[in-house]
């Protein structure tokens, strides 16, 4: 004789109710995406437009043609990156908010390197990993100062990660618009920019015309390296103890402070591999306000992703189709692209305040999803 299935207080068959609690690490962010474009639909109409018609725009100068996509592509490979950055110093408890002063410092020393006299006859080979290293190195150290500071004085990171951005940011102004002495700017241009890599030092673009790069394939195979890391290795074992717990993970023998500067130091690394590969893939320069707000993106992102690593990937894809469909969105709909902020905020105030998603959509909290 067959037995009724076991059925939850609400009334609701339990195995797929508990299937459907499952998914919350998944759910959470769609439906958190869906309510942003809900609320940014609001103010569509309440600016007298079609929201639908606004939407369709978006999702057609994002996707709607290949050079679209791969535009879209192109304009996600920095986000990789910088939220990498971001979420790998989430794990040991770590707020790195300089990751847009580290993508800058990672810049502007593939662009130094790359342009070195000594290394013009170099073979692409040999030259483009020496351009992507002196990168990584640039956004190591700069994020490798802070985590010093926290481990040796206890400076919180926020604060001096964002005066790091400043330093940053005032330190690229200099040397590209300098013309007394001349640093880095090429004078042969009436734009403030550095002397344009050699050839031999280009990352090999993969769609003509869209900055999209061979840099997309370092960028996902760091996704992974990232999440082997943290899963896989000692190291990333006591990244996630420091960030559960310092006090239990010094209890145990780990050192804390070596694993915070530590840490930090891989998130520049990553952050300053995402700016090398920006020069020596997308732009063949540097300049100076080029990445202006991505840092910032980048907390969004990782938020979005769950610090997650391999859910940075299609993360970082959302925000750069929001960003390249803008434009046809203002054109067609006749919407300022002030409207992809409102989603991106709308979204970031739904992950951050997922409780309201929860909510609305009865998925209950447990360890499990609140780990995830």
């Known amino acids: 004789m067959n037995q009724p299935s076991p059925t939850s207080p609400s009334g609701t068959p339990a195995r797929p109710r508990s299937f459907y609690q499952q998914l919350a690490p998944i759910s959470v962010p769609l439906l958190a995406i869906l309510a942003a474009l809900v609320v940014a639909g609001i103010a569509v109409v309440a600016a007298g437009a079609n929201p639908l018609e606004a939407y369709w725009a978006l999702i057609d100068g994002a996707v709607g043609t290949p050079t679209r996509v791969a535009?879209?592509?192109?304009?996600?490979?920095?986000?990789?990156?910088?939220?990498?950055?971001?979420?790998?110093?989430?794990?040991?408890?770590?707020?790195?908010?300089?990751?847009?002063?580290?993508?800058?410092?990672?810049?502007?020393?593939?662009?130094?390197?790359?342009?070195?006299?000594?290394?013009?006859?170099?073979?692409?080979?040999?030259?483009?990993?020496?351009?992507?290293?002196?990168?990584?190195?640039?956004?190591?150290?700069?994020?490798a100062i802070p985590g010093a500071m926290k481990a040796r004085t206890g400076a919180h990171e926020v604060i001096t990660t964002i005066m790091m951005n400043f330093i940053m940011f005032l330190t690229v102004a200099w040397l590209v618009n300098s013309l007394d002495p001349i640093i880095l700017r090429d004078t042969e241009v009436s734009v403030a920019r550095t002397r344009p890599l050699p050839s031999g030092a280009r990352l090999p673009e993969l769609f003509e015309g869209t900055k999209l790069h061979f840099g997309i394939f370092i960028l996902v195979g760091l996704a992974a390296l990232v999440a082997w890391v943290l899963k896989r290795t000692n190291f990333g074992f006591e990244v996630r103890a420091v960030g559960a717990n310092p006090e239990a993970a010094r209890y145990a023998g780990i050192g804390?402070?070596?694993?915070?500067?530590?840490?930090?130091?891989?998130?520049?690394?990553?952050?300053?591999?995402?700016?090398?590969?920006?020069?020596?893939?997308?732009?063949?320069?540097?300049?100076?306000?080029?990445?202006?707000?991505?840092?910032?993106?980048?907390?969004?992102?990782?938020?979005?992703?769950r610090a997650n690593a391999y859910a940075i990937i299609p993360a970082s894809l959302l925000w750069g189709a929001l960003l390249s469909g803008a434009p046809l969105m203002q054109q067609r709909a006749g919407m300022s692209t002030d409207l992809v902020r409102i989603i991106e905020a709308a979204i970031l105030v739904f992950i951050a305040g997922d409780v309201m998603i929860r909510y609305l959509f009865r998925i209950r909290s447990s360890p499990e999803t609140a780990t995830a």
């Open 71 to 143: 535009r879209t592509i192109g304009r996600s490979t920095p986000f990789i990156g910088t939220a990498l950055a971001m979420a790998f110093a989430y794990k040991a408890g770590l707020f790195n908010i300089g990751a847009e002063g580290q993508i800058l410092a990672g810049a502007v020393a593939a662009a130094w390197v790359g342009t070195w006299s000594s290394l013009a006859g170099w073979p692409a080979p040999l030259l483009i990993p020496v351009v992507l290293l002196a990168g990584a190195v640039g956004g190591l150290l700069w994020g």
């Open 256 to 305: 804390v402070n070596r694993t915070i500067v530590l840490t930090m130091a891989a998130s520049g690394a990553m952050a300053g591999l995402a700016g090398a590969g920006q020069v020596s893939g997308a732009d063949g320069f540097l300049s100076p306000g080029v990445f202006v707000g991505v840092g910032f993106d980048a907390i969004a992102i990782a938020l979005l992703a």
